[in-house]
């Protein structure tokens, strides 16, 4: 399901990234050659390394230094391990989240902003374009490519305006086409930068999470079903605060996450991605005094809504971001529903209900050979802690604007695809444990086999049923504090004076076949 609707990657040498809008590539060279002096790290003098106050002789240590020069951009230089170490695993978010994407998003818009004026007729100073001219201008957007993007920055370093050097960048390729150059000006007619700005990032998160979040939201949910269904009838020993509680199954419990998580991921998917169009406050004041006869509310709602975003009429010169808010908030609930299977999952694995299967060659413990760590679920764990806390900030800060503007949103604004980034990472490590994942059937009948004393609760239930005297406390006699076993359990049944058919149910019973509904649950859970 998509989004409701209202009408500096890092790349390594051996590493390419695909640019979905276009087919011109993404590789290393791009960034290290035209961008090094942007992207390049400074070296940095001996001293700043030293601490003279508690290290008398500090001459021994160096500052780390590539040879042949200074530190270039790397997946082995890179400060975020999400553009290192973790590249492979988050790189399908780089074309919507990264600085080329959100210039590309506002090329975008930019262009469309302008197709838009040409179908407006009392803007008769741009007339309708041609379908060549129109495809010229379309093919911007479908061609846009690194060299385009290495452009637009070198404009940027001149203007120190990162939407104004779009701007720029598109009257010069426009310059050559006739038709298009007589409207050049019309390019950003009315807009405030921050009009290019939200619908650039309202975009950059709708396909993000459309085109990479949510499909592997749903492939972890799947498995996690999967794993109800197949494990329905696998009795299971429970445990309320850590001691041995009423049996269920291992699917009921895989059950349980599954439908939280798919509750959850409806709840996402149903935030409405808005974006305004209303210039420097809010207010339409540039477009009106331009062309004071246009129903410009109107025609920014159209404009907005083609771009498949939800119109907000009501801002000053920002979106307020509370969607923003609300979709960072909503996914900050998915990713704690995931933290607490990961610690179950982990708790299981501790308790032998599942094995590890491993690949040749991998190591669990540098020293302890036996040793399967859950490292994925550990991964995922920490992971999903340091997304939350990107989100958290993102969904208290961006709400929030002095008067009718003020800067602090966009530079938080940049940090978005850490959040999402530090998230995906955290799911695909999460499916990486489950396929790992081997139910130990031996040892969970092993647990039930030995905590009969869980069958306290059946018994106790029927003798108040028929008026047997004090049930609970004679079951709490029985089995606080004493080892229970299936003979003393026996005994305390024959005991009873309960009718024959009854005492034989009871009898019968055992705490595998004590789960309840537990296996009608899976079969009806809603995932």
């Known amino acids: 399901m998509e989004f409701a609707a209202c009408s500096s990657r890092v790349i390594s040498s051996n590493q390419f990234l695909t640019n979905p809008f276009a087919s011109s590539r993404i ?13 390049s790290l400074p070296l940095v003098a001996r001293r700043d390394f030293c601490c003279k106050s ?30 290192g170490r973790y590249w492979s695993k988050v790189k399908d978010l780089s074309p919507y989240m990264s600085e080329f994407g959100l210039i590309y998003y506002r090329v975008l818009v930019e262009i469309k902003w302008l197709l838009m004026l040409s179908k407006i007729p009392e803007v008769i100073e741009v007339p309708s374009f041609s379908q060549e001219a129109q495809s010229y201008l379309l093919g911007l957007i479908d061609g846009f490519s690194i060299d385009d993007a290495v452009e637009v920055k070198n404009i940027e370093k001149v203007t120190n305006h990162d939407v104004k050097a779009v701007e720029y960048f598109l009257k010069k390729k426009c310059q050559s086409h006739p038709e298009i150059a007589k409207v050049i000006e019309f390019f950003h007619f009315a807009c405030t930068s921050e009009d290019i700005n939200n619908l650039a990032h309202a975009l950059m998160l709708k396909e993000a999470m459309d085109q990479v979040i949510f499909p592997v939201m749903d492939e972890l949910i799947k498995r996690i079903s999967n794993m109800a269904e197949d494990n329905a009838s696998i009795a299971m020993l429970s445990r309320t605060h850590g001691q041995p509680a009423s049996p269920t199954t291992l699917g009921k419990e895989m059950a349980v996450f599954a439908s939280r998580l798919g509750e959850q991921r409806q709840e996402i998917s149903q935030v409405k991605i808005k974006g305004k169009f209303a210039g420097a406050v809010g207010n339409y004041n540039a477009h009106l005094v331009a062309y004071p006869n246009i129903n410009w509310p109107q025609v ?15 801002v000053t010169q920002i979106e307020p971001h509370d969607y923003m808010a609300r979709l960072f908030n909503a996914i900050s ?24 299967i491993t690949k040749a060659g991998e190591i669990g413990s540098s020293t302890m050979p036996h040793k399967v760590n859950p490292i994925d679920f550990e991964n995922s764990e920490g992971n999903l802690g340091k997304a939350n806390a990107t989100l958290s900030h993102l969904g208290d800060k961006l709400p929030i604007s002095r008067w009718q503007r003020d ?12 959040g999402l980034g530090h998230s995906l990472l955290a799911y695909k490590s999460a499916l990486q444990g489950i396929s790992k994942l081997q139910v130990n059937v031996t040892r969970l009948s092993e647990d039930l086999n030995q905590s009969w004393e869980v069958l306290a609760e059946p018994i106790q239930t029927i003798m108040r049923r028929y008026g047997v005297p004090e049930p609970y406390e004679k079951l709490k006699e029985l089995t606080r504090g004493r ?13 009873l004076e309960l009718p024959n058919e009854i005492k ?3 009898l019968e019973l055992t705490p595998h076949k004590y789960v309840g509904a537990a296996i009608e649950l899976v079969k009806t859970a809603e995932r």
């Not at 590789?27 to 992207?39: I, M, P, V």
């Not at 704690?336 to 094995?355: A, E, P």
């Not at 299936?486 to 005991?495: K, T």
Request: hydrophobic share 35%; proline share 3%.
């Open 333 to 356: 609930v998915f990713n704690t529903i995931l933290i607490d299977f990961n610690r179950d999952m982990w708790g299981y694995i501790s308790l032998s209900y599942f094995k590890q």
């Open 27 to 39: 590789r290393k060279s791009d960034f290290t050659g035209n961008l090094s002096n942007a992207f």
């Open 483 to 495: 080892a229970v076993t299936r003979e003393s359990i026996r005994d305390f049944i024959e005991s």
């Open 54 to 83: 508690i290290l008398k002789d500090a001459s021994h240590i160096s500052t780390p230094q590539m040879a042949g020069g200074g530190f270039e951009l790397s997946s082995l230089t890179a400060l975020s391990p999400l553009d």
């Open 300 to 314: 920014t709602k159209e404009f907005v809504e083609s771009l498949g975003l939800c119109f907000n009429p009501y």
């Open 407 to 418: 800067l602090t949103d966009s530079t938080v604004l940049r940090t978005t695809g850490e």
């Open 504 to 506: 034989d149910y009871l």
